[in-house]
């Protein structure tokens, strides 16, 4: 049994000023707190390999400091012997110094399509991956799959770690369900040879388990996003954030993959800030009405909320001003997150 912790998309560095102009809460350490909270079986000896499905950090363009802060939490798993595997995603490319990180004896980073080898108490897990490809790579994916050399060494197992979409993935936006089609951005589910026993990405921010294909049939091996650890935006604001743990259980014999399943899984939520979109019709209001009912309705919320709020209808520069950054944060509890989304209608 070989136990493995996947998380993805932890964006770290977002609102995270290192030189702030003004004094406010930054959801910049929430993000880091989650990234924290979601080791945490790791750093308990709970579990054999930590992957980590690709956009890291933020942005490709970022401070020495940050890259330090995010190394950090990952080599403290790797110093107590758990191996950690890395994927780059779109937001890293050359913003990790990967060589650096990669010389610990326990991180592995998938700089190009490779498949790396751990054993686990005498069973061989096969780790196949790759970047992120921006390209049309769903013309590429059979050849880079190719590329890792996942079923040249015999292993007891094998999974494929990867950051891109695969068709038949959803999203809710809004009440609307919207569901990945074939597109060259996209993966075919039916690329995917059996012998894998689990394909684990990033790059989709809502969780999801895909087990069948845009026909409904079954696909040949079961597709896992962890989603993000924290919400990056609005669009993610009634969806469960966590990570996985997954048991793969063998059941080859040691000859090429093409043994072992999922014998169990769990997404663990974590404590993720809550988010609330407020809609105001602010065209036939006073100042003095606007501004009691952001107040109004922010003390509804709870205290820690990140909030948007969207104002429809035209705004006299009176109206306006109950709405500067500044004028807003006398409003909000300065435990909240609070910007303005202007509706034109
Ligand atoms: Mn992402």
Redesign the pocket.
């Known amino acids: 049994m070989i136990r493995i912790l996947f998380l993805?998309?932890t964006?770290l560095g977002f609102d995270l000023p290192f030189k702030p102009r003004v004094q406010r809460r930054r959801r910049g350490p929430d993000f880091f707190q989650m990234f924290d909270l979601a080791l945490e079986p790791a750093h308990r000896g709970e579990v054999d390999a930590v992957i980590h499905g690709?956009?890291i950090l933020f942005r490709s363009k970022v401070p020495p400091q940050l890259v330090q802060m995010t190394f950090e939490p990952l080599q403290k798993v790797a110093d107590k012997g758990v191996s950690v595997f890395v994927v780059p995603?779109?937001?890293e490319r050359s913003a990790i110094p990967f060589r650096l990180w990669a010389s610990h004896p326990n991180i592995h980073i998938f700089v190009r399509p490779k498949t790396f080898y751990l054993n686990v108490r005498g069973i061989m897990l096969a780790l196949a991956g790759f970047p992120y490809i921006r390209d049309n790579i769903q013309q590429h994916f059979p050849r880079v799959l190719g590329q890792t050399g996942w079923n040249q060494k015999p292993a007891d197992t094998a999974v494929l770690c990867m950051h891109h979409i695969v068709e038949g993935a959803a999203l809710q936006v809004g009440s609307k369900f919207y569901v990945f089609r074939k597109n060259p951005d996209i993966i075919r589910a039916a690329d995917f040879p059996p012998g894998f026993a689990a394909v684990l990405s990033?790059?989709i921010?809502r969780f999801q388990v895909l087990t069948k294909d845009l026909n409904g049939n079954p696909t040949a091996v079961p597709i896992f996003y962890p989603g993000?650890t924290e919400r990056?935006s609005f669009v993610e604001k009634d969806e469960a954030k966590g990570y996985l743990t997954l048991e793969i259980e063998s059941t080859g014999s040691g000859s090429n993959p093409g043994g072992g399943k999922i014998k169990h899984w769990q997404f663990h939520e974590l404590p993720a800030r809550p988010m609330y979109q407020l809609e105001v019709q602010a065209a036939n209001m006073t100042a003095s009405q606007l501004e009691s009912w952001i107040k109004r309705s922010l003390e509804h919320l709870p205290r820690d909320s990140v909030v948007k709020i969207r104002i429809h209808g035209k705004m006299s520069p009176a109206l306006l001003n109950v709405v500067s950054a500044a004028s807003l944060r006398s409003l909000a509890p300065d435990t909240m997150n609070v910007t303005i989304g202007f509706v034109n209608n």
């Open positions: 993805a998309d964006h690709g956009d995603g779109n937001h990033g790059h921010h993000s990056t």
